[in-house]
C-alpha cells in the first residue's frame, strides 16, 4: 500500500520518549514485513507491550487447512461452494479448497459473530477477502473497517482482528498470500500514485477508523494461525486493542468491486485489464487477483465477446463467481461456484458461448466474478474441495456441444 497513513498520537520521531496519555511511556512496536525493509507500521501502545501473555499457549485441535487430494488427475474442478453448510464462526469454520506453495484460497460460512473476547491474527499469511454475502465491521488494532457485500478486505499478516456480523450468516471468499498483497506496481507512477489510466484508484479504499485505546486488564484470546494451518491460542493479559495511535503503511483496508473502473476496447480485452491486486514478484511468481465486473463489451462489428480458448502454461487459474450471468459459464456455475484449471490444460467456453455473445457487442455486462492467477505455482485441491466437487465438470463441454447444459 502506497498511501501512508496516520491515526491517533504518534511520536514525531520513532523511538523517542512519547506520552500518548498522561503519565503513561507509550510502547513503541513495529509491524513490518521483509525482515525490517518493507512497508511496515509504527503502533504506539497506551501502556503495555503486545506480549503479556497470561496462561502458557495452547496449540487446538482445530486446523485451518485441509491435506491436498493425492492422486488427483490433470483435471479442470468445479467446487460449489454454495453447498458448504453455515457454521460457526469466520475465523473457525474455514474451508481450504485449493492450496499451493504461496498462496491457498478457501471458504468460510459463518452463521455467528466472533466472541467479544476472541480474535484472530493469521501469523503466516497475508489475506484477501472478497464479501460474497453479509455486512458488519472488521475491527483490528488499526481501527474499524465497515464492510458489505462485494467487497475486498485486505489484511496484513500479523493483523489481531475480530468480524463483527450484523446479520448471522456470512459468506467470504478467503485468499490467503505467502507475500503482501498489494495494488499491480503497473498501474502506479514512480511516486507510488495510480497512474492517471490505472483501473484502481488509492483514494477510494476504506481506511481504518481510529479507535479509542483500551485500556482494559483480563483474557483476551488470540487464535494465531501458523505452520500451516495449526492454531495456537494466546492468552493476552489485556485487551489488543490498545494503540493511541499509529502510522505507515502497513494496515488493513477495505475496496469495493465496484471500484475496478473498468477498461474496454474496440476487441475483447484479456483478464490483465482487471486486474485489482497482486502478490510476490508478479509475473514471475506469486499471483495475481482480477475483477470481472460490469464493463462495455468489444464494439467492433465482428467482435466475439466471449472469451478465446487460452491455455496460459505459467498460470493455474481460480475463479469465484459471484453470479451467474458470464456468458462463458452459463447454465454450468452457480452463485459462489468455484472453477479451477490448472496450466497444464487448456480451458475455453461451454457450448455455443461465443456464438451467443454475439448479442452482448458493445452492450454493458453484469458479470461478477473473482479470478486469481498463479505465476509459476501449481495449485492442487484439497480433500475438503473434493466433497463439494461437481464430478461431471471434466466432461460437461461435450455435454454443452450436444446442447445438454445441466443435467
Ligand atoms: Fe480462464
Same mark, same amino acid.
Given at each position: ?9 504518534? #511520536? ?13 511511556? @507509550? ?39 485441509? #491435506? ?32 499451493? #506453495? ?53 489484511? /496484513? ?51 481504518? =477508523? ?29 485487551? #489488543? ?10 494496515? /488493513? ?42 464493463? =462495455? ?39 459462489? @461456484? ?9 480451458? @475455453? ?59
Amino acid at each position: 500500500m502506497s498511501l501512508i497513513i496516520k491515526r491517533g498520537d504518534v #511520536p514525531k520521531t520513532p523511538h523517542t520518549e512519547f506520552y500518548g496519555r498522561k503519565f503513561f511511556l @507509550s510502547l513503541e512496536e513495529i509491524h513490518g514485513t521483509y525482515g525490517f525493509s518493507g512497508a511496515f507500521s509504527r503502533k504506539m501502545h497506551l501502556r503495555r507491550y503486545p506480549t503479556v501473555q497470561m496462561e502458557m499457549p495452547k496449540l487446538l485441535s482445530l486446523s485451518l487447512t485441509s #491435506p491436498i487430494l493425492q492422486k488427483a488427475p490433470l483435471s479442470p474442478y468445479h467446487i460449489l461452494t454454495g453447498k458448504i453448510p453455515y457454521q460457526g464462526t469466520i475465523e473457525r469454520s474455514r474451508h481450504c479448497l485449493l492450496k499451493g #506453495p504461496s498462496a491457498a484460497i478457501s471458504v468460510s460460512k459463518p452463521d455467528r459473530t466472533t466472541g467479544e473476547n476472541e480474535f484472530f491474527r493469521n501469523a503466516e499469511m497475508h489475506e484477501c477477502l472478497f464479501v460474497q454475502e453479509g455486512n458488519g465491521v472488521l475491527a483490528s488494532e488499526y481501527g474499524d473497517i465497515e464492510f458489505k457485500e462485494k467487497q475486498y478486505l485486505v489484511i /496484513p499478516k500479523g493483523t489481531t482482528y475480530q468480524f463483527r456480523l450484523s446479520k448471522r450468516r456470512a459468506f467470504f471468499l478467503i485468499i490467503e498470500s505467502l507475500y503482501p498483497i498489494r495494488f499491480a506496481p503497473h498501474y502506479l507512477n514512480g511516486e507510488g500514485q495510480a497512474t492517471l489510466m490505472s483501473p484502481v484508484i488509492e483514494t477510494e479504499i476504506g481506511m481504518p =477508523v481510529f479507535k479509542e485505546p483500551r485500556d482494559i486488564s483480563g483474557k483476551f484470546n488470540i487464535l494465531s494461525k501458523h505452520n500451516g494451518g495449526r492454531v495456537t491460542k494466546i492468552v493476552l493479559g489485556h485487551h #489488543p486493542f490498545d494503540l493511541v495511535g499509529w502510522e505507515g503503511a502497513l494496515y /488493513p483496508f477495505s475496496f469495493d468491486s465496484s471500484d475496478h473502473h473498468s477498461i474496454a476496447r474496440e476487441i475483447h480485452t484479456a483478464p490483465p485489464v482487471r486486474q485489482t491486486f497482486q502478490a510476490g514478484n508478479a509475473p514471475h511468481s506469486g499471483f495475481s487477483i482480477c475483477t470481472f465486473r460490469a464493463q =462495455v463489451e468489444g464494439w467492433n462489428i465482428k467482435d466475439v465477446p466471449a472469451p478465446y480458448a487460452h491455455y496460459n502454461v505459467d498460470s493455474d487459474e481460480m475463479m469465484f463467481f459471484s453470479n451467474t450471468t458470464y456468458g462463458a459459464r452459463k447454465g454450468i456455475v452457480e452463485p459462489g @461456484s468455484i472453477t479451477f484449471h490448472p496450466a497444464g490444460l487448456p480451458h @475455453s467456453p461451454h457450448g455455443d458461448a461465443a456464438k451467443e455473445s454475439f448479442k452482448s457487442r458493445g452492450k454493458l455486462s453484469d458479470y461478477l466474478a473473482v479470478m486469481l492467477d498463479t505465476f509459476f505455482e501449481s495449485l492442487l485441491p484439497t480433500e475438503k474441495a473434493q466433497k463439494f466437487c461437481d464430478p461431471r465438470y471434466p466432461l460437461s463441454w461435450a455435454k454443452a456441444e450436444l446442447g445438454v447444459v445441466k443435467e
